[in-house]
């Protein structure tokens, strides 16, 4: 039975929101200022019909938008998407009391993102290869994604069948696939425990396709190329399954706003450091201390590093920044911190970091709320909060990174 809803607002997660019976009811692919008809379930309901549009709904550039869960706002005018995008990290930071001016969001083009995660299964018609459908566990075969690099988008049928050949369960699994300078880099989560002859055919089949390496539950099973991405002028040979942002060009702005910042610092720590995004980048001009809690991450920022020319020196620390961060007098030997952190941030970290002299401080984060708490730590501790800039990198989702420079005056001796 469907509902008569009008809707007031986008949610965090780019649903629309109906109010009904005191309660809020979210409704996926609407807008605000829109009459639709919708089958309520709970505090949840699909679109049935739309019977009176915003004017800021626009053509979604997907055919598959709407079945595939990959994106939320192909239907939101660009300009205002843009603006809803930048009004999270505004109340997120508002949410803590903190009064600051956000800057302009950093747009993200089509067809950039260069790491996707998608899904597969075996069925009585074949493998099916694609993105789950809104909050559920059903895959939705792709044809195209216009958020995606062409050199995937392109690989689509042949990922399918590659997917077929090392399917070793009924169930579900994910294929997460990167492009890198030397090729496609697949990794298999969930696929099960190949036999021997899976083995060899699926290590025939990367190497017929050309790719640069296959690996599954992490195991690489074929590596005919070392998968490199470039961090600047540095290659830099990436492990199985690492952390990499989802678009260069995001990756690009990050590094534009935090090099700058961290220009006057002699020696700079990267905590959360990863392969070395930052790091390989900052020790273009600052000696670099890069902590990472992932040892294969380490290894690969140390190779790269040892492997290029014309940085300063760049040293490395495998520990666990949740557990133990770097406390703040190991801080005080630095002139200058970049942390990056997953979505739960960098709560105690930033609390070390707050109580040390540091002068210069850049904050990344990809959870506009974690970034927000973080924030309010250190201007608590004496930073003053110069900018925030929120980047676009997940094109049509609800998700939006941010870089927030800040500085603390230097003590008089």
Same mark, same amino acid.
């Given at each position: 039975m469907s509902t008569r809803f009008t809707v007031q607002r986008l949610g965090a997660q780019g649903d629309g929101v109906a109010e009904m019976d005191g309660g809020h009811v979210f409704i996926p692919f609407t807008l605000p200022g829109e009459v639709v008809t919708a089958a309520r379930e709970r505090d949840r309901a699909t679109l049935m019909a739309l019977l009176e549009p915003s004017p800021l709904r626009v053509e979604p550039a997907c055919r598959h938008f709407g079945e595939?869960?990959?994106?939320?706002?192909?239907?939101?005018?660009?300009?205002? =998407?843009?603006?809803?995008?930048?009004e999270k990290v505004v109340q997120a930071l508002k949410a803590v009391r903190i009064d600051c001016e956000v800057g302009e969001l950093v747009p993200c083009s089509p067809h950039t993102r260069r790491r996707v995660t998608l899904s597969a299964r075996r069925t009585e018609k074949g493998m099916l290869l694609g993105f789950n459908r809104h909050l559920s566990a059903e895959i939705v075969p792709l044809d195209e994604c216009p958020v995606t690099l062409p050199e995937i988008v392109g690989a689509f049928d042949m990922l399918r069948k590659l997917a077929g050949e090392i399917c070793a369960t009924p169930r579900s699994f994910h294929m997460s696939v990167t492009a890198t300078a030397s090729g496609l880099d697949v990794a298999a989560a969930g696929s099960g425990k190949m036999d021997e002859r899976q083995r060899r055919a699926a290590s025939d089949f990367a190497l017929r396709h050309g790719l640069a390496r296959l690996?599954?539950?992490?195991?690489?099973?074929?590596? $005919?190329?070392?998968?490199?991405?470039?961090?600047?002028?540095? &290659?830099?040979?990436?492990? $199985?399954?690492?952390?990499?942002?989802?678009?260069?060009?995001?990756?690009? *702005?990050?590094?534009?706003?935090?090099?700058?910042?961290?220009?006057?610092?002699?020696?700079? *720590?990267?905590?959360?450091?990863?392969?070395?995004?930052?790091?390989? #980048?900052?020790?273009?001009?600052?000696?670099?201390?890069?902590?990472?809690?992932?040892?294969?991450?380490?290894?690969?920022?140390?190779?790269?590093? #040892?492997? &290029? @020319?014309?940085?300063?020196?760049?040293?490395?620390?495998?520990?666990?920044?949740?557990? #133990?961060?770097?406390?703040?007098?190991e801080l005080n030997a630095f002139d200058g911190v970049v942390f990056d952190p997953p979505r739960a941030g960098a709560?105690?970290?930033?609390?070390?970091?707050?109580? @040390?002299?540091?002068?210069?401080?850049?904050?990344?984060?990809?959870? $506009?709320?974690?970034?927000?708490?973080?924030?309010?730590?250190?201007?608590?501790?004496? =930073?003053?909060?110069?900018?925030?800039?929120?980047?676009?990198?997940?094109?049509?989702?609800?998700?939006?990174?941010?870089?927030?420079?800040?500085?603390?005056?230097?003590?008089?001796?």
């Open positions: 595939c869960g990959g994106c939320a706002l192909q239907h939101l005018e660009e300009s205002a =998407y843009r603006a809803w995008k930048r690996s599954v539950e992490g195991e690489i099973i074929v590596e $005919p190329k070392k998968p490199v991405v470039m961090f600047g002028t540095v &290659a830099v040979a990436v492990p $199985p399954g690492s952390f990499l942002q989802a678009t260069e060009p995001a990756e690009q *702005a990050m590094i534009d706003l935090v090099g700058p910042h961290l220009s006057r610092a002699k020696k700079v *720590a990267d905590l959360f450091a990863g392969c070395g995004s930052f790091a390989l #980048r900052l020790a273009a001009k600052s000696e670099v201390h890069a902590v990472e809690g992932d040892a294969a991450a380490l290894s690969a920022l140390d190779k790269a590093f #040892r492997f &290029a @020319s014309g940085l300063k020196r760049v040293t490395g620390e495998r520990r666990d920044l949740f557990r #133990r961060p770097l406390t703040f007098k709560e105690d970290q930033s609390k070390q970091l707050a109580r @040390s002299d540091v002068p210069f401080v850049a904050a990344v984060s990809c959870n $506009p709320t974690t970034l927000a708490r973080d924030l309010a730590i250190l201007i608590a501790g004496g =930073y003053q909060l110069k900018s925030v800039t929120p980047i676009d990198q997940f094109l049509w989702s609800p998700h939006v990174e941010a870089v927030a420079l800040l500085e603390k005056p230097r003590k008089r001796r």
